[in-house]
Nanobody
């Protein structure tokens, strides 16, 4: 079993930055990838970014490209989402998740979420 704990959320003004962290614990973290999702009030959860754990290959959704960066510290079992030039529309609860298999497009483990609020 893998436990994921997010941190780093908060309130920031538009144009500001935040860095989210996702610490993985439990069994040795050997998942295929770690992803970040977000859910705004009244909206469905959406994919934000993902990174393969071993190779560090990153994927980001178009709306955050050029503003967000995903990374991971392999030795610390921790993933990061650096968010710059934040916009009010980035306001949401952000979740990290771990996907075990490269062949099954399903995230197996989820964190509890961290609130990000961007004021205009």
């Amino acid at each position: 079993q893998v436990q994921l704990v997010e941190s780093g959320g908060g309130l920031v003004q538009a144009g500001g930055s935040l860095r989210l962290s996702c610490a993985a614990s439990g069994r040795t973290f050997s998942s295929y990838s770690m992803g970040w999702f977000r859910q705004a009030p009244g909206k469905e959860r959406e994919f934000v970014a993902a990174i393969t754990w071993r190779g560090g290959v990153a994927t980001l959704t178009d709306s955050v490209k050029g503003r967000f960066t995903i990374s991971r510290d392999y030795d610390k079992n921790t993933g990061y989402l650096q968010m710059n030039s934040l916009k009010p529309e980035d306001t949401a609860v952000y979740y990290c998740a771990a996907r075990d298999s490269a062949y099954v497009p399903r995230y197996n483990y989820w964190g509890q979420g961290t609130q990000v609020t961007v004021s205009s």
